[in-house]
């Protein structure tokens, strides 16, 4: 009964990074983690996110940068198996309120305008990788870092969609193999992990004809909403 939730879950959390690129981590690890055991949760949700990210990125892989995907995808990799390396044995709780302030702290600043603007060049998308990946397999997911390095880069709505997409693809990969030799990801989750597939395949592709319905402007709202909602669901 456990796991018919958990896959209920994801299937209804998936809509929101269906249409914004990111958003179901939050779903998925606060409420999940209510369902099942926090590491079984975040091992299942990556599960999820990598059939999510692949499915979206043949979606949308004519409006990706594929050079600042590579860059993004490369630097974040050796960090992401590092930080699911780690998921056993560092107390994620206050990393995650801190991830949740940081998110916060940046929305306030842009919202209100008290930051001059800026522009990302390649030590910032190598730094911020890095960032991302390791927070990703530390915490299930590092989606709010890497979403707020696109936003800063102004690129259109598909193409935002199909970069966050594109970038999770090797980290994913590498959270599921270093589970997997913790123990953490095991056989017996094998129904489960067929239904989040086809959950991921089946809504991303139901996202990308509601992404087309909106403009781009309701679409940066949609962003800001997603990760104020995200950070102060990490420091809740």
């Known amino acids: 009964?456990?796991?018919?939730?958990?896959?209920?879950l994801g299937f209804a959390a998936s809509i929101i990074s269906s249409v914004f690129g990111f958003g179901t981590a939050l779903v998925?690890?606060?409420?999940?983690?209510?369902?099942?055991?926090?590491?079984?949760?975040?091992?299942?949700?990556?599960?999820?996110?990598?059939?999510?990210?692949?499915?979206?990125?043949?979606?949308?892989?004519?409006h990706i940068d594929w050079k600042v995907a590579g860059i993004m995808a490369i630097c974040s990799l050796p960090f992401s198996y590092l930080g699911a390396s780690l998921l056993a044995l560092v107390p994620a709780d206050a990393l995650k309120r801190?991830?949740?302030?940081?998110?916060?702290?940046?929305?306030?600043?842009?919202?209100?305008?008290?930051?001059?603007?800026f522009k990302i060049g390649t030590p910032g998308l190598v730094a911020g990788?890095?960032?991302?990946?390791?927070?990703?397999?530390?915490?299930?997911?590092?989606?709010?870092?890497?979403a707020i390095i696109f936003r800063e880069m102004s690129i259109t709505k598909e193409a935002f969609?199909?970069?966050?997409a594109a970038?999770?693809?090797?980290?994913?990969?590498?959270?599921?193999?270093?589970?997997?030799?913790?123990?953490i990801l095991t056989a017996?989750?094998?129904?489960p992990m067929a239904g989040l597939i086809a959950s991921a395949v089946t809504v991303a592709v139901i996202g990308r004809f509601l992404l087309q319905k909106i403009s781009a402007v309701q679409f940066g709202y949609g962003v800001q909403i997603v990760l104020a909602v995200a950070?102060?669901?990490?420091?809740?």
Do not use: C
Request: proline letters at 2%.
């Open 188 to 191: 017996d989750m094998a129904w």
């Open 98 to 117: 801190l991830l949740g302030v940081m998110v916060l702290a940046y929305l306030i600043v842009t919202v209100f305008k008290l930051r001059p603007s």
């Open 28 to 62: 998925v690890l606060a409420v999940g983690s209510h369902i099942l055991p926090v590491k079984e949760t975040i091992a299942l949700a990556t599960i999820l996110f990598a059939a999510s990210t692949l499915t979206k990125t043949l979606l949308f892989r004519n």
């Open 129 to 146: 990788s890095a960032a991302y990946g390791f927070v990703s397999g530390l915490l299930g997911s590092g989606n709010l870092i890497k």
């Open 1 to 8: 009964m456990e796991y018919i939730l958990f896959v209920a």
């Open 167 to 183: 970038t999770s693809v090797l980290s994913n990969f590498a959270k599921l193999t270093a589970y997997s030799q913790a123990g």
């Open 231 to 236: 950070a102060v669901g990490l420091i809740v």
């Open 161 to 164: 969609v199909g970069a966050m």
